[in-house]
């Protein structure tokens, strides 16, 4: 049985406790992310930084399931730190993803091409509709820290993404945050 409790999560470090379990992604388990391969491998040879980490609190006899993703700033050519992005298996499920710290944008694209961007700031909660693509990208100095909330089971299409890439790139034009053609989109 399944009892009730709270969940302390952290909104600077976005550490959830009790948590149920975390992962995390260094900038070498990203490889085919970025467009400057040059900058890729120089990063990650010079120390092969963590992008992000997520950490959830999921309980496979239950419906529901939150944790928190924590990105850390940094640019490999003038495209910002990114997640891999993804699809959800389950075509029924979406996602929230609220913001606790940082700046950023979530990059979304649906099955039939259509892009929108979020700004991810403190107090907002992005709706991810079903059947859109989601990528969080930090475009700040600082982390980006926000919790997320879905279906147990909504299950992580990445294939789709990393084959073919997404349709528009963020990238840093003069100090700003810039949504431009991917020229690589197959
Ligand atoms: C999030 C993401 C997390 C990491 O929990 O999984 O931010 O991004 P990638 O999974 O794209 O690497 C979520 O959207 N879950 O469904
Ligand atoms: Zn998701």
Redesign the pocket.
Known sequence: MLFPEGVAIDGLSGEVTPSTGRYT?KLSELGGLFRDTAAFDKAVAAGDPVA?E?V?YRKEECDIAF?T?I?MPGKIGDEYFM????F?ERKD?G?G?YTQSGQGLLLLESRDGEVRTVEMKPGVCAF?PPEWA???INTGDEKLV?V?F?ATD?G?D?GT?RERGMRKLVVDKGGKPTLVDNPDFA
Request: net charge positive; aromatic share 20%; with cysteine.
């Open positions: 992604k992000y997520v959830d944790g993703t990105m997640t891999r992005g993804h959800h499920c996602e993803y991810i989601h990528r969080s926000f997320w879905c909504a992580h990445y993404i």
